[in-house]
Every structure is written in structure tokens, then in C-alpha cells.
């Protein structure tokens, strides 16, 4: 079973340049998410979305940019890479239906590092 | 303003002992709790989940208590395994939120043999 991939898992990026992490899921599940984690810190919510051609904003979107157009595959784009975005990204999908108990399910992760 | 804070960052336990990890939350909308397991360069992992109107769950080792009204709960191990050493982290789901969990810092629980 897959799950959630992500490519790539590591990737250097000096100051300035533009990259996209992909994600993808193979579990059908309709919610999606993107979050990083800094050295000692919890996971922030990046954006995140409800279903193909819907998403918003979380706690930390400065920066990023998404898309979903379609159920499995929910891309992050980095435009002009700083520093502060040196993180750790994780992918995470769910399945949300009313009261639900909807657990997130992550990825592997990307480490990124801009120099 | 941190809503849910892990105050352990690190924590370590003889093998066979209880381990308790702690969290606590300041959001009174929160209403479904979850504790996720991270190994190193690996994603987390769900653990076990508690909600709002239960104050425990058990699953095998990995009991989690609730209490509302001290806005804490805390994740129990028994007996703690070697293969238990990771980052916790305690998150919580915001009713009405798109589903989105709030994570605390993590706690490193190290099980010494």
C-alpha cells in the first residue's frame, strides 16, 4: 500500500529559485494537506484542501502556492525560494465525512534546505 | 499563542516501566484529540485518538486520558518497548474546522534497556 508519496525527499534550492513538491495518495481520500515542521517545533498547516479545485489558506501560507486538480495528487509551489523556507514539508490526506473521526495520514516528508 | 503545548520536550523510561506523555490545550472548541508517533525521516504515524465526550481510550499498550476541565490529557505506554522511541506528537481537531489539527512541539521518549 502507498499511501501518501512524496518526491522529492530531499532537495537543495539556492536563494530565489522556484521548485514544486509533489504529493500524491492513492487511498481516495477527499481532504489534503501541507504542513512543515522547523527543528523543535510542531507541525504548521501550510494550505490545504476539501476536494479537487477547492483550497485555502492554513496558519503559515506566505510564500506557497497549491493547486488540486484532481482527488489524488496536491502539488506545493515554492516561488522565490528564502531561507526561512528551509523545513521539512509533510503531505497529509483524510477522509472526511460528517462527524467522522478523520485521521490525517502523512507522507514521508521532504527535507528542503535553501542556501 | 500556542493552543496545544507539549512542556516536555524529552522524556526517558527503563524498559517495562510506564511511560506518560503529557499535552495540554487552551482551545475549548477542540473536540477530538489524537497522538501521532514519528520516527526519524519518517512522516508521523497515528497512534491512538480519543473524543471529546469519552475520557480514555485504550488500544493494546497506549491508553489516552482526557480531562476536559484541566484541558490536559496524556498518552500512557505500558510496559514501554524499546521500539517505542520517537517523537511524540499530541494534536487536536477544531470542531468545524475543515478538520485541521493543531500540533503541540513533540515530546522524545527515549526506552533504555
Known amino acids: 500500500n502507498a499511501g501518501v508519496t512524496q518526491t522529492p525527499k530531499f532537495r537543495i534550492l539556492k536563494i530565489g529559485q522556484s521548485m514544486t513538491l509533489q504529493c500524491a495518495q492513492d487511498m481516495n481520500h477527499n481532504y489534503m494537506y501541507w504542513y512543515r515542521q522547523d527543528p523543535g517545533m510542531g507541525l504548521k498547516l501550510i494550505y490545504y484542501?476539501?476536494?479537487?479545485?477547492?483550497?485555502d489558506k492554513g496558519e503559515v501560507p506566505n510564500g506557497y502556492n497549491v493547486s488540486r486538480s484532481t482527488t489524488e495528487d496536491f502539488p506545493l509551489r515554492l516561488e522565490l525560494a528564502a531561507p526561512s523556507q528551509t523545513s521539512v514539508y509533510f503531505c497529509?490526506?483524510?477522509?472526511?465525512?460528517?462527524?467522522?473521526?478523520?485521521?490525517?495520514?502523512f507522507g514521508a516528508g521532504t527535507r528542503l534546505s535553501v542556501l | 499563542d500556542q493552543q496545544v503545548k507539549q512542556n516536555s520536550p524529552s522524556l526517558s523510561v527503563q524498559e517495562g516501566r510506564i511511560s506518560i506523555l503529557n499535552c495540554d490545550y487552551t482551545n475549548s472548541m477542540f473536540d477530538y484529540f489524537l497522538w501521532y508517533k514519528k520516527y526519524p525521516a519518517e512522516g508521523p504515524t497515528f497512534l491512538i485518538s480519543i473524543s471529546s465526550i469519552k475520557d480514555k481510550n485504550e488500544d493494546g499498550r497506549f491508553t489516552v486520558f482526557l480531562n476536559k476541565s484541566a484541558k490536559h490529557l496524556s498518552l500512557h505506554i505500558v510496559p514501554s518497548q524499546p521500539g517505542d522511541s520517537a517523537v511524540y506528537f499530541c494534536?487536536?481537531?477544531?470542531?468545524?474546522?475543515?478538520?485541521?489539527?493543531?500540533f503541540g512541539t513533540g515530546t522524545r521518549l527515549q526506552v533504555t534497556l
Open positions: 494534536a487536536a481537531r477544531d470542531t468545524g474546522t475543515a478538520s485541521k489539527l493543531t
Open positions: 484542501s476539501v476536494g479537487a479545485g477547492i483550497t
Open positions: 497529509a490526506s483524510s477522509y472526511v465525512a460528517g462527524v467522522a473521526k478523520n485521521i490525517q495520514y
